[in-house]
């Protein structure tokens, strides 16, 4: 019979041992084949980060960060509602610790993004003149990518300016400053951050109506003798449902403009969703069905997500020569805007990683394809 307290002790030493692998479940999965080195030769492995993540509150998120990835975007700070709240007012805090982040991890940082329509500071909606429209729009990107010259790798300097038949979206800046608010977009932040690559960033953009707005947007650019660099083509799409064929149409056509061509949001909705694509302002009305495994993901659709990861992969691969980059929209499925999009409180599973941040079959069958 063991004394009181070396009972105590032990249990306390088998607590602190469960509590490492179960409460993060990061430690067993440093020892996982890493990403970025799988693709090394191939193109650039990126995800999203949120704030706990660039504030390394985590020391093992922190260092599985850095073991898989080695491009990052902002999932938010960067979006001009937080970064210029007020007319005259930035805020660079949250930005430059990301650039710290990437500097110590090795991580190219891709600003994320000049020109939205969405999250604007709320000031924007008392702003009724194109003057101070145009005022705000100069000043925003002058400021922001001057501010975080020869410190971001790239810039996703504009945003979703797309509607779904190519037409371009009715924001405040077309109605203001009139379509060639993009190309005056690629200008500025050319002439504030020259070293900076410049890439044009929306959802469904690899379908046919769209990618023809897409690529008449990226063509009108490059005419009036502006820098464009690549094209972003987000990636959320749906399992089951990858539209593989339109994406190697788009990446074969967007390179033959001479895009650098990257996936940017990649990620694989599993849950039900009446539409496609990822448009912020459209949400849905829970019901009984909406949320369907919230319990666990069935096997069935566990092994759909793998094959059709396995299948974008190895489209990637096929055309490395002219894909630089796949970013991950989020580390795990527990971090995922999808448990809140477009019906809040899901519980959703689109990425490679699980809520421990254990690897999924997904996660393997992407490795698989650069072994043997
Ligand atoms: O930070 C506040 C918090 O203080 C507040 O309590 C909470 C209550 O709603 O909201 C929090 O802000 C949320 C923010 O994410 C941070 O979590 C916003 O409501 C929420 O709208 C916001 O969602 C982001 C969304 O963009 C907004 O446009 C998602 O995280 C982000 O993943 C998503 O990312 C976009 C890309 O930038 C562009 N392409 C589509 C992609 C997915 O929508």
Redesign the pocket.
Known sequence: MLPNKHIIALSAAVLLLANVTTEKGTALAQSIPSLKDTFKKDFGIGT?L?NAQIEERDPQMTEFIARQFNMATP??IM?SALIHPKWDTYDFSMGDKLVDFGRKHNIKING??LI?H??LPSFIRGIHSQDSIRTFFTDHIKTVAGHYKGKVFSWDVV??ALNEDGTLRKSVFLQYLGDDYITQAFRLAQEASPGTELYYND?NNEQPAKRAGCLALIKKVKEAGVRIDGVGI?G?WHVGKIPLNDIEESINQYAALGMKVMFT?LDIEVLPRNFQG?D?GQRMTANEQSNPYAAALPDSVQQQLAADYEALFKLFLKHKDKVTRVTF?GINDGQS?LN??PIRGRTSYPLLFDRNNQPKPAFYRVIGLKKG
């Open positions: 999203a949120n999932e938010n979006k994320h993004t939205w969405s999250q945003n979703e959802y987000q959320h949001e990822a912020v929209w805007w809140n999009w």
